[in-house]
């Protein structure tokens, strides 16, 4: 993932017509799971194919609430939207990235030549007057070949081994994780170790992310072995997003995360750092 991660509304205007681009629509919310595909038919960015988070970029049963796909599954979903290893892929939500963000990490841990998040997604595009279309796209199917596996990953086994050596990154709400509340899963707290480093902090206030040197602050605490986890596997690559732009490489993903850490009768914490 050594290109840089992000594209402006701008860049992304001039590319559109481009035969090579593949835009995605990861637009998604998790108390309204079909808002997001809604949303899309009414408007979206021309070309936009659309990636519903539970069906299309998640497996139906695994470790946690979000399992990773069957690598197979997902590229033939990817050539059914038309997605190649050559296509130069944008993804993009109204979430300041928190659900594109794992469309980058998927494919990225695949491999893929050029995946990019939209800074500031839907909000950004629409606020800047840019072209919109709606209903849904003729697709062109292709074939997506990849001889890889999921890259980049650590399950519940080797999370345990390393509390304590290495360093845990837990992606969501600091009350989440303190265990003063918990909206989605059966136990509240945060595993032993683990530091708090909700995603959204590295936003502006206008969903668009910090400045480089503002996020390499941010983590600037941060060293050794890296690994980013949250509720299920999906705003925990939007760290390891914000910890690139940092200048903080080979961040792994714990994918099964806090639904398969509290689930599974592990030790769990609670409380501040």
């Not at 400045?211 to 072995?225: C, K, P, S, V």
């Not at 690994?227 to 690139?244: F, P």
Request: with cysteine.
């Amino acid at each position: 993932m050594a290109d840089m991660p992000l594209i402006t509304t701008s860049e992304l205007a001039d590319r559109l017509g481009d035969p090579q681009l593949g835009v995605v629509d990861c637009r998604f919310d998790l108390g309204d799971t079909e808002i997001g595909r809604k949303n899309y038919r009414a408007a979206h960015i021309p070309g936009a194919v659309y990636a519903h988070l539970d069906h299309d970029l998640s497996a139906p049963a695994g470790p946690g609430r979000h399992p990773l796909p069957d690598v197979d599954a997902f590229a033939g979903w990817l050539g059914a939207m038309g997605i190649d290893g050559d296509t130069y892929v944008v993804a993009y939500d109204a979430s300041g990235g928190a659900f594109s963000s794992r469309l980058w990490w998927m494919l990225g841990s695949l491999g893929h030549r050029v995946v990019k998040v939209l800074d500031g997604g839907w909000p950004a595009w629409r606020a800047a007057g840019l072209p919109e279309e709606r209903g849904w796209p003729e697709l062109q199917s292709t074939t997506y070949i990849t001889s890889h596996l999921w890259t980049g990953t650590v399950d519940r086994r080797e999370v345990r081994s390393m509390i304590g050596a290495a360093t845990l990154v837990d992606a969501r709400a600091a009350e989440r994780y303190r265990g003063e509340i918990e909206p989605l899963d059966p136990v509240a707290g945060h595993i032993p170790s683990a530091r708090s480093y909700p995603f959204a902090a590295s936003l502006d206030e206008d969903g668009r992310f910090l400045t480089a040197a503002a996020l390499a602050e941010r983590f600037a605490d941060l060293n050794g072995d890296i690994v980013s986890y949250c509720g299920s596997g999906v705003t925990a690559c939007h760290n390891i997003l914000a910890m690139e732009l940092a200048g903080i490489t080979d961040v792994r993903l714990y994918p099964g995360s806090w639904s398969d850490w509290s689930t599974a009768g592990e030790t769990i914490a609670t409380g501040p750092d």
